[in-house]
């Protein structure tokens, strides 16, 4: 019950994170290079902070720091530049079923097992995800911004699969955080800002970095030895499902029956996959 609970306060920090993403660059036009470099230093900064306040210390890690590092930055920019241009139910359909590819994948690669129940409770998960999620229609996908998030999707599962193997979860992610963010921020100097830098954006920036990323993504990298490769994988199809759901409660988006068939699907599916 521990993890479970765990796991789902885990998930609702990743939905915040699309939500005050949704919000600061979609509602008040915030750049998006300037929204990442804000979020990972301030997550950076706060990490930080918690690791000298607990005398942790401080150290690279050696390889394994490197993939988290890429891993991290090529989700956060991926992430946001690729919703310049994707319909957001295409967005998060690529991002999630990249992520549970890469995972499943990793899992293979470590060899870990992989019950028939995991492969079933995904498929319903993954199905209830494609229905609420694709667009009707004719639609016009941008191919760069389709490879973006297809790259952010993949950056993301390396990211997940590469905390299985450290040993101190805060420690890691502050240090991912602080290698990553100096480059996030020579990033958003260097290329010219296409948005408006309002203090509401930078507020919900730095709630975003502080909480929803920094302390989660510390969250994160605990559970996710105890979770698993392949059930975190499918842990995370729930995510788009809660981020709707925010979006219906702070930002007045309709409730709908589709909504509703599709959530109780990835519900499902995610609660078969994760029983031992």
Request: charged share 10%.
């Amino acid at each position: 019950m521990r993890l479970f609970l765990l796991s789902f306060l885990t998930l609702l920090a990743f939905a915040a994170n699309s939500v005050l993403n949704r919000a600061a660059v979609g509602t008040l036009g915030m750049d998006p290079l300037e929204f990442g470099a804000i979020r990972l230093a301030s997550g950076a900064v706060a990490l930080g902070l918690l690791i000298l306040w607990t005398k942790r210390g401080f150290a690279f890690g050696g390889l394994g720091r490197l993939f988290g590092v890429a891993g991290l930055l090529v989700y956060i920019f991926g992430f946001t530049l690729a919703y310049q241009s994707l319909d957001a139910g295409l967005g998060a359909l690529i991002l999630f079923g990249v992520v549970q590819i890469t995972m499943f994948g990793g899992a293979v690669v470590i060899q870990e097992p992989l019950p028939i129940m995991r492969w079933i409770g995904a498929g319903f998960a993954l199905a209830g995800l494609t229905w609420l999620l694709w667009p009707g229609g004719d639609i016009s996908i941008s191919l760069l911004h389709a490879i973006l998030m297809v790259g952010a999707g993949i950056g993301w599962g390396v990211y997940s699969v590469q905390g299985r193997s450290e040993t101190d979860a805060t420690q890691a992610t502050g240090m991912n955080f602080m290698l990553a963010a100096p480059i996030a921020v020579v990033a958003a100097l260097v290329v010219p800002s296409s948005g408006d830098l309002s203090a509401s954006g930078v507020l919900l920036a730095l709630a975003s970095g502080i909480l929803s990323s920094g302390m989660g993504y510390a969250l994160w990298y605990q559970i996710i030895p105890a979770l698993g490769a392949g059930r975190a994988a499918v842990a995370q199809l729930s995510v788009p499902i809660l981020a709707m759901g925010g979006g219906m409660l702070f930002l007045s988006e309709p409730l709908t029956f589709r909504f509703m068939v599709a959530a109780a699907l990835v519900v499902c599916g995610v609660l078969i996959s994760i029983r031992r």
